[in-house]
């Protein structure tokens, strides 16, 4: 059985995160992409060139690497030819790029109209952010995450993780396979367009809820607790080698807690008997979780309150989590000896759909590496052809 | 010209973030959405009565209520039928919970080969942790974004918003949208899955780049600073009313840095000349830009540095967000009046399809006030059949 997005053909014109993310997406599901590159290489190659080379070995296994220069016209022209022979045109350059280079939806869906052409940026094409900067920090700061992270005595806190760009290219994904559903259904092809700041809108929501209607607000940093302060215990907790999350959002669950932690005689306490008489007492109520969790390993506690149906989850560092059991159990990341980079844990897809093993992408290779292959595969050109090309610097 | 998905038809089942936001994405791109619930209604339904109304409503308006009892046999049986009919049947119960109901993948794919089943779980269906409880905060601090949020001097840290829970739901819908275009491709209708902890993994590339190959690497808090801590300034700073994020990554951005805050007597300054010098007195370096943004609005300080080209972004409160100008003048968020809750900013689907306006759905209704239409509709049930069920709380 082949994968679900076989013989979909995509000309990935992306950078850092966001939309190569998308079509690290559409490889794994099956797709053929070819990554179109500055004569610099994009971004990230040039930061794994410097070191750090997981994140683009991570993101373009798989893809065929086509360097092109679009400043200059030819380069342009075998752009718009390669377009011809597409189904998919994605893009994460600020807004109005393509359209000044004469590459825009408009005009390539007139050369080719069952182009679906995708794009995605920090605020759009339209309105009036579109032409301020977006990168993941300005963006979480903009979307109002750094407002809710940290503690009531720390400034605002950026989340560690990219998850702007990382949200932006999941739904930069979805859009592409919609408007291609619907042309299979109806010969349309759209142009599709994500935003960084509309996608993060949504996470928002749990702390949104807290937002009386009609009323305003200021963002409360609470840390690790409840978002709403009205769940207690519940937070993160030191243990002998680092630190566990634990939630308790029922009775039974402070039940199980207080048996896994050997503390039953707080069921009783008037400083903790209901939920609102711990919340009541919240500082006194993590001190005295911490005074116990603290003499437990992380793994050990979590297997105990596994025991006991409470919700927990052990603070992994990064280095565990590229050697996590699941996740190589599970094939959501294997090992890949890459003749540049050496030995990393490579990502796959992570839509499963059944019948088919997601694909082992092979290690990403040189900048260009595909480009005469894929232009004499794609625009018949010979070897003459392409040495002109190659001369002039246009590949 | 109709929206992408209109005339396909979804069951969901789902709860809280993780599937109604699939389900959301669904509604938004035109599919009809049909939710069942049980008799007491979703958990997150249960919240909004609470007095915690903005998630449930915004991630449910324009899907049809069902209230069914899958706990009794003729409940399963309604199920079923309403699954002959269907393109798709989304959920997001634990894994083992549809197949012990007898309504599992293989079970109603039998019934209709062209059902695309979705799921969308912790930690999949499949590995040693497929039992383990997951919530946002939980799957967050397993998948190493504690360990990388906030600051050295502070215990590892949540992200504020559930982007567990939303990543999950982004790509949910990605997955649901492939296997249609797949089914419609080759008329195979697969079973689909995702998993929070592997679409939790990909944001967490830009601060693994750091993470030396075939080394190991303790998580590194670094507050608002460059997770390499190789870029200066690089941070949040006050401001007057507040807080402002600002990155140089190059030398033109610093030196339109020093211009702004009129501070051009540190380009000279052996402290701060290369980018070198800036991390090497990294704490004077951010006193230093702290002094002058303190004199600044937020959004004074943000155009001055627009107008010198130096990414930055305001950080944002909740209301902010909630009144963002340009969320409201691109149909991102739309004021509604919500019979039930009052004036609520209610989002439109992210994802944008040229030469159609993102649908305005109805303001979410009743448990339920859809059982009678939808059974009517699609299974052609009479009163009197409608009224056995209801008599016995099946509906």
Redo the contacts between chains.
């Keep these: 059985?082949s994968l679900?997005?076989a013989g979909i053909s995509v000309l990935d014109l992306t950078q850092i995160?966001n939309g190569p993310?998308a079509a690290f997406?559409l490889v794994q599901?099956g797709a053929e992409v070819v990554k179109v590159e500055p004569p610099g290489g994009e971004h990230l190659r040039r930061?794994a060139a410097g070191g750090?080379?997981?994140?683009f070995a991570?993101?373009n296994g798989g893809k065929r690497s086509v360097r092109l220069d679009l400043k200059q016209a030819r380069g342009r022209d075998v752009l718009r030819d390669l377009a011809m022979h597409a189904d998919v045109l994605v893009e994460n350059f600020a807004p109005g790029v393509m359209d000044r280079l004469g590459l825009g939806?408009e005009a390539l869906q007139k050369l080719n109209p069952r182009l679906v052409y995708a794009c995605s940026s920090g605020?759009?094409s339209?309105?009036?952010?579109r032409d301020?900067?977006?990168?993941?920090?300005?963006?979480?700061?903009?979307?109002?995450?750094?407002?809710?992270?940290?503690?009531a005595d720390?400034?605002?806190?950026?989340?560690?993780?990219?998850?702007a760009?990382?949200?932006a290219?999941?739904?930069l994904?979805?859009?592409v396979?919609?408007?291609?559903?619907?042309r299979?259904?109806t010969g349309?092809a759209?142009?599709?367009?994500?935003?960084m700041?509309?996608?993060?809108?949504?996470?928002?929501?749990?702390?949104?809820?807290?937002?009386k209607?009609?009323q305003?607000?200021?963002?409360v940093?609470v840390?690790?607790r409840h978002?709403?302060l009205s769940l207690a215990p519940?937070s993160?907790y030191?243990c002998a080698d680092g630190?566990?999350?634990i939630?308790t959002s029922n009775e039974a669950q402070w039940q199980g807690l207080c048996r896994a932690l050997e503390m039953t005689e707080l069921l009783d306490d008037p400083r903790s008997r209901t939920v609102k008489d711990r919340c009541a007492n919240m500082d006194w109520m993590d001190a005295t979780v911490a005074e116990r969790t603290i003499h437990f390993t992380k793994q050990a506690l979590f297997e105990k309150l596994?025991a006991e149906?409470?919700?927990?989850?052990?603070?992994?560092?990064?280095?565990?989590?590229?050697h996590?059991?699941?996740?190589h159990?599970?094939g959501?990341?294997r090992w890949q000896e890459?003749p540049e980079?050496?030995?990393?844990p490579i990502?796959s897809g992570?839509?499963?759909?059944?019948?088919v093993e997601p694909p082992q992408a092979p290690p990403t290779g040189k900048l260009g590496a595909e480009t005469r292959e894929v232009l004499r595969e794609k625009l018949g050109l010979d070897a003459a052809a392409m040495d002109a090309l190659a001369a002039d610097g246009v590949i």
Excluded: W
């Design positions: 059985m679900p997005l995160y993310y997406l599901a930061r750090f080379a997981l994140p991570s993101l939806a605020f759009g339209e309105g009036p952010y301020y900067p977006a990168m993941d920090l300005t963006v979480q700061a903009m979307a109002g995450y750094m407002g809710i992270t940290g503690f720390t400034p605002p806190t950026k989340c560690g993780p990219a998850v760009d990382f949200l290219g999941a739904h994904y979805g859009a396979v919609t408007a291609l559903l619907e299979e259904r349309v759209r142009r599709v367009e994500v935003s700041l509309e996608t993060a809108y949504f996470p928002l929501l749990s702390a949104l809820s807290m937002v209607p009609g305003d607000a200021d963002s940093r840390g690790n978002s709403g519940y993160v030191p630190f566990i999350a939630i596994l149906r409470v919700p927990s989850g052990p603070v992994r560092t990064l280095t565990e989590v590229m996590d059991p699941h996740l159990a599970t959501g990341l890459h980079f050496g030995r990393l990502p992570p839509l499963h759909f059944s019948g």
